[in-house]
């Protein structure tokens, strides 16, 4: 064997053994859970601005800032009341006439349609996927769209988001949460898809409070959940801290080795 096969072989073997390292990153870094907090605590300066966010890494481990202090659900608890119904039929089929309801409530946020979801399921069926997402703070009235949720707690439906629903549901709920129109995917998801992420999110605003959170998956199948809560912020500012806190803890690689 000549010296320049040597060469060749030895450059594939420093390939092979490169590539599980880029596999094994974790994501977000360090420095990037840095910049997140920091830059959190920047736009708190607005009166009366709350801004709580939390994430699970690729590892599973939690991070937060604010994890545990509790916002108004708003719409953000529509991928709960999705979970909820979904748990219900377990096996069943979705009856077309339910279709009908669920792809509104989460594809344009419709609110008739979450209250006709709600009545189906009431505070139960909310309570049954708060105890199988290990959520520790959820706190029901009632209503769905006065829910008091945390970060901490939404990451935790989000990061164990296929395992809440049963295995012949789990493709219909993804494909609902990838669905969202054009209009309503901001903050998180723009920021995540810009990276390479594949993203499932739902959100939830109204006035000075804006929400959102998501299920992201990288090319190489790590998984990472990721919320953001605002409160005292107007929409386009609550839109711009979401997508803020997003682009510090993604950094501004690809996650694809």
Request: charged letters at 25%; glycine letters at 8%.
């Amino acid at each position: 064997m000549n010296a320049s096969t040597w060469i060749r072989l030895a450059s594939c073997a420093l390939v092979l053994c490169a590539a599980p390292a880029a596999h094994s990153r974790t994501i977000p870094a360090a420095d990037g859970l840095h910049a997140a907090r920091a830059y959190a605590k920047e736009r708190e300066r607005t009166p009366g601005a709350r801004v709580s966010w939390a994430v699970i890494d690729t590892r599973g481990r939690l991070y937060a800032r604010g994890g545990a202090r509790h916002h108004r659900s708003a719409s953000q608890t529509k991928a709960m009341l999705l979970v909820a119904y979904l748990r219900r039929l377990r096996n069943r089929p979705v009856p077309p006439a339910v279709h009908r309801i669920l792809a509104p409530m989460i594809v344009v946020s419709g609110s008739r349609a979450a209250s006709r979801i709600h009545a189906l399921v009431g505070d139960a069926g909310l309570t049954d996927v708060g105890r199988a997402a290990g959520m520790r703070r959820l706190r029901l009235n009632g209503t769905w769209s006065e829910v008091e949720i945390t970060a901490a707690d939404q990451a935790r439906f989000f990061r164990r988001f296929d395992r809440l629903v049963p295995r012949r549901h789990r493709a219909y709920a993804r494909r609902l949460l990838s669905s969202v129109v054009p209009k309503q995917t901001w903050g998180i998801a723009p920021a995540a898809r810009r990276r390479g992420y594949t993203t499932f999110f739902k959100g939830g605003w109204r006035r000075r409070l804006v929400n959102q959170g998501a299920l992201l998956e990288t090319a190489d199948g790590r998984r990472m959940a990721l919320v953001v809560l605002t409160d005292g912020l107007r929409f386009g500012a609550g839109v711009r801290t979401i997508a803020g806190v997003t682009r510090r803890l993604l950094g501004a690689v690809s996650p694809r080795p």
